[in-house]
Every structure is written in structure tokens, then in C-alpha cells.
């Protein structure tokens, strides 16, 4: 097999880390440059708002995990970001410039959970429009991909695999040689082996070429070994932002149990901190907090993972947001309409 081969690995935790090696070493910016700002970001349809007042910034170079239920806003700051809708206000920035320029498209792939593909068109065919199209095409990458999976270059997409077809939109997307890969939760139809295959070669990649990557998912499971970093939108605003470590380490999951007399809801001894989530089952009381110092009580205290804490933010979309610093966005004028800083 050709050099394809090298983005294979049995431990898919090492991508994460070599994502964070990329995201220091790689880039104009040395990491300080910005791969999406938003500034008060909204967009609104006939039904509501699907995104209200959303202010961030993904630094470049990381692969950050787009989290939130169904209908709260993910696909269309995907959409905005990759100049597929118009927002109705605020403002966006794809390194520094307007979705839909020159310098934003040469730089950016998005790939739709559809995946459209031109069902008649081999898988060579394909491979060869999305040459002509793109300039800084790279055709090794894009066949090393299609060659990992064993996919008959001849073979037309329409008679393809889900997986298969997935593959090549995959390689459509690698070949483009993006600054910033958008994933429109391309992998949510496959089985676990090949969902697996294909998100060792997307981190592989990724790492390899500090592609910044914003993926939307609900396999919440996965992404504490993939992402280094974290966006969680809940009822068309940003709930949390971050750094996954920083993140975690500013969270603690509580165990105890209900004291005679109390109520349920978040017991009195909690009301001093920030309680994302409070439920109680019997006599045992669980909290997710951000502690705002030492806790009082006799609790059984542990770092939650990954799953945990979006499990709690998710079934809590009234809970204080948290941005870390990296995640915010300075106030400068004319770069925004009406956005709330949304502080840590």
C-alpha cells in the first residue's frame, strides 16, 4: 500500500495529542491566529432564531468538538461559516476575512452530512473534478485515503457503500489541502468499525497538516480522545468554550447524600458556587459545579469526564455559560452587532 499507510494507529488518543503538537508548532499565527471569530452571530428563520448573539474564536491549528441537541443552532453556524446562509446579524470571520471571499474559500471545506456526490461519476472522475476545481489540490492525499479503504477507483459513486461514499467525500475534502475542515456530522450513518477507521484517517491528517478542524457530533463518547477543544450550543447560544483540559479541570462532579429535611433541588450547602446540574435519585444528591472555593459538606468529589460534563450542559441549557479566554472575543468596533461578551 502507498503512504497512506501511515494514518493508520491502534490507539486513537494519540491523535489528540499530536493535534495539540500541530496546533503549537504549525501556522502563521504560532497558534495565535484565529480560524473562526464571531461577533454577536445570529441568524433567524420564519420559526425563531436558530442562533442568537453567539460571540467566540477557535484559535487555528485545533480540532474542536461542535456539540448541542437537535435544532439548536449547529448546522446553520456551520452554514454561515462556510458561506452557505447569510446571517441575520452579527458578523463572522474565517481567518480574518468575510465567508465567501477568495481568501476564505481557498481555505475552507465543508462537508454536509449528506455528502452530495455526482451518483454517475466514478471515483477517478471525482477525484479529477475536485482537481480542476482546486488549485492547491493535492492528489496523493486524496488517493491515499481512497486507497485505505479499498475503494475500485472505477467504481461509481452511486453504486458505492455508505462508508465508501463517505471515504471519498473525505478525500475530496483532504485533497482540497483546507486551512479549516468543517464536518457537518459526516460519520453519523456509519458502523462503528468503519466511523472508527475513518476518524483515525481525519486526526491522522489533521495532525499531520494543522488543519483546523470544528466537527459536529453526538458521539459524545468519542470525542474526549479526538478534540482538544469545545463548543457546546443549547437553544441558539453558546453554552460552553474551551480548551477540553481547562474545561474539565474547572469542573467537579459531586456525590452525597440528601440531608433530613432538605429539599430536592441544589442542596444549601452548593448555593455559594456555580451549579450547572443538581439531581437527586433517593437519598443521593449529584452536582456538577464550577466551585468557587473550598466545599462545605460531606461530598464525594471527582473531575468529571468529558461525557459528564456535556451530558450536564446539555441537560441544562439555562446553566451559566462558560468561554475560556482563548474562546473570547475582544470588543472592537465595527466588527459587531450587539454581542454580549460572554465571560468565563
Same mark, same amino acid.
Given at each position: ?5 501511515? @494514518?493508520?494507529?491502534?490507539? &486513537? ?13 504549525? +501556522? ?6 484565529? *480560524?473562526?471569530? *464571531? ?16 460571540? #467566540?474564536?477557535?484559535? /487555528? ?6 456539540? +448541542? ?17 447569510? %446571517?441575520?446579524? !452579527?458578523?463572522?470571520? &474565517? ?22 456526490? #455526482? ?29 485505505? !479503504?479499498?475503494?475500485? #477507483?472505477?467504481?461509481?459513486? +452511486?453504486?458505492?457503500? !455508505? ?7 473525505? *478525500?475530496?475534502? #483532504?485533497?482540497?489541502? %483546507? ?7 459526516? @460519520? ?24 483546523? &478542524? ?22 441558539? !447560544? ?22 433530613? +429535611? ?29 466551585? /468557587?472555593?473550598? &466545599? ?49
Amino acid at each position: 500500500m502507498s503512504s497512506g499507510d501511515s @494514518m493508520w494507529s491502534d490507539d &486513537v488518543t494519540d491523535f489528540r495529542d499530536a493535534g495539540l503538537a500541530g496546533a503549537a508548532s504549525g +501556522g502563521a499565527g504560532g497558534g495565535e491566529e484565529s *480560524a473562526i471569530e *464571531a461577533y454577536g452571530i445570529g441568524k433567524k428563520y420564519r420559526r425563531g432564531w436558530a442562533l442568537k448573539d453567539c460571540s #467566540f474564536r477557535l484559535p /487555528a491549528g485545533r480540532i474542536c468538538g461542535l456539540v +448541542g441537541p437537535n435544532g439548536a443552532g449547529k448546522t446553520t453556524l456551520m452554514g454561515i461559516a462556510a458561506d452557505l446562509l447569510e %446571517p441575520t446579524a !452579527g458578523t463572522l470571520r &474565517v481567518f480574518g476575512s468575510a465567508p465567501g471571499s477568495d481568501e476564505a474559500n481557498r481555505r475552507t471545506a465543508f462537508l454536509a452530512q449528506e455528502k452530495p456526490l #455526482f451518483r454517475r461519476f466514478t471515483v477517478a472522475e471525482t477525484l479529477r473534478l475536485g482537481r480542476e476545481l482546486n488549485p492547491g489540490w493535492d492528489q496523493q492525499a486524496a488517493e491515499n485515503i481512497v486507497r485505505a !479503504g479499498n475503494v475500485p #477507483f472505477d467504481a461509481k459513486i +452511486g453504486t458505492l457503500s !455508505g462508508g465508501q461514499r463517505t471515504r471519498v467525500a473525505f *478525500a475530496l475534502s #483532504f485533497g482540497k489541502r %483546507p486551512d479549516l475542515l468543517l464536518l457537518d456530522e459526516p @460519520m453519523s450513518d456509519l458502523d462503528p468499525l468503519v466511523r472508527h477507521e475513518l476518524m483515525g484517517t481525519l486526526m491522522a491528517e489533521a495532525a499531520e497538516h494543522g488543519t483546523s &478542524v470544528l466537527m459536529s457530533t453526538h458521539m459524545l463518547g468519542e470525542l474526549e480522545n479526538v478534540c482538544d477543544y469545545l463548543m457546546v450550543i443549547a437553544d441558539g !447560544g453558546l453554552r460552553l468554550a474551551g480548551e477540553v483540559d481547562e474545561l474539565l479541570a474547572a469542573h467537579t462532579l459531586l456525590t452525597g447524600a440528601r440531608t433530613d +429535611g432538605e429539599t430536592a433541588g441544589v442542596p444549601a450547602s452548593l448555593t455559594r458556587h456555580t451549579v450547572v446540574e443538581a439531581r437527586t435519585s433517593g437519598r443521593q444528591v449529584t452536582a456538577m459545579v464550577r466551585p /468557587a472555593g473550598p &466545599v462545605e459538606g460531606v461530598w464525594q468529589a471527582e473531575t468529571p469526564n468529558l461525557e459528564e460534563l456535556l451530558l450536564a450542559y446539555l441537560r441544562s441549557p439555562q446553566a451559566p455559560p462558560l468561554l475560556t479566554a482563548s474562546s473570547q472575543v475582544s470588543d472592537r468596533a465595527g466588527d459587531r452587532t450587539g454581542a454580549k461578551a460572554v465571560a468565563a
